[in-house]
T-cell receptor, first 114, second 112 residues
Framework: QQQVKQSPQSLIVQKGGIPIINCAYE??????FPWYQQFPGKGPALLIA?????SEKKEGRFTISFNKSAKQFSLHIMDSQPGDSATYFC?????????????FGEGTQLTVNP | SQTIHQWPATLVQPVGSPLSLECTVE??????LYWYRQAAGRGLQLLFY??????ISSEVPQNLSASRPQDRQFILSSKKLLLSDSGFYLC???????????FGPGTRLTVT
């Protein structure tokens, strides 16, 4: 069964800290790894994504690190702010003729204290 | 720009009642469409996806069904709701041949 395992389940950091969220996958056919940010009562928003041919991708304060041999990837949030408090989901997908089908991790609830 | 709508935003229904949730996308043609369910404090589970009008693939056998009567309209239905159908239902879309999926605002369903 295709799975994406995410940790930790919850995370509390102080403003300015660097929270790190980790994900591991099993299916080596996965070739697209996005991160989504979700605020309470809202739909998830695509934050950043990486393909397995690169080891790192940065967009603003958000960085994805990717380790293909270990089948792991992680999200780092630099200079975290209280407004970053949200639930973060990693996901993985294969591109098939029938469309992209995302498999999600269970989510990490991040709290950034002022 | 593209916009995705879902309605209703919230719904409270008794057990055994029917269900119809609607999703529409604006600003794009022939999108892939997806229905997900999110249980409280959990990840998202893919329920159905569609690559075109009348083409529906089911991921998880259950009490729900989906239909796509128009290119940019996706409907989630049930004939008889169960308590276990409660959750946050999310519709998403993607362009054909691309990976990025974009989610709607969701419908909070409570079955009592």
């Amino acid at each position: 069964q295709q799975q994406v395992k995410q940790s930790p389940q919850s995370l509390i950091v102080q403003k300015g800290g660097i929270p790190i969220i980790n994900c591991a996958y099993e299916n080596t056919a996965f070739d697209y790894f996005p991160w989504y940010q979700q605020f309470p009562g809202k739909g998830p928003a695509l934050l950043i994504a990486i393909r397995p041919d690169v080891s790192e991708k940065k967009e603003g304060r958000f960085t994805i690190s990717f380790n293909k041999s270990a089948k792991q990837f992680s999200l780092h949030i630099m200079d975290s702010q209280p407004g970053d408090s949200a639930t973060y989901f990693c996901a993985a997908s294969t591109q098939e003729t029938s469309g992209s089908r995302l498999t999600f991790g269970e989510g990490t609830q991040l709290t950034v204290n002022p | 720009s593209q916009t995705i709508h879902q309605w209703p935003a919230t719904l409270v229904q008794p057990v055994g009642s029917p269900l119809s949730l609607e999703c529409t996308v604006e600003g794009t043609s022939n999108p892939n469409l997806y229905w997900y369910r999110q249980a409280a404090g959990r990840g998202l589970q893919l329920l159905f996806y569609s690559v075109g009008i009348g083409q529906i693939s089911s991921e998880v056998p259950q009490n729900l069904s989906a239909s796509r009567p128009q290119d940019r309209q996706f409907i989630l239905s049930s004939k008889k709701l169960l308590l276990s159908d409660s959750g946050f239902y999310l519709c998403a879309w993607s362009r054909q041949g691309t990976y990025e999926q974009y989610f709607g605002p969701g419908t909070r369903l409570t079955v009592t």
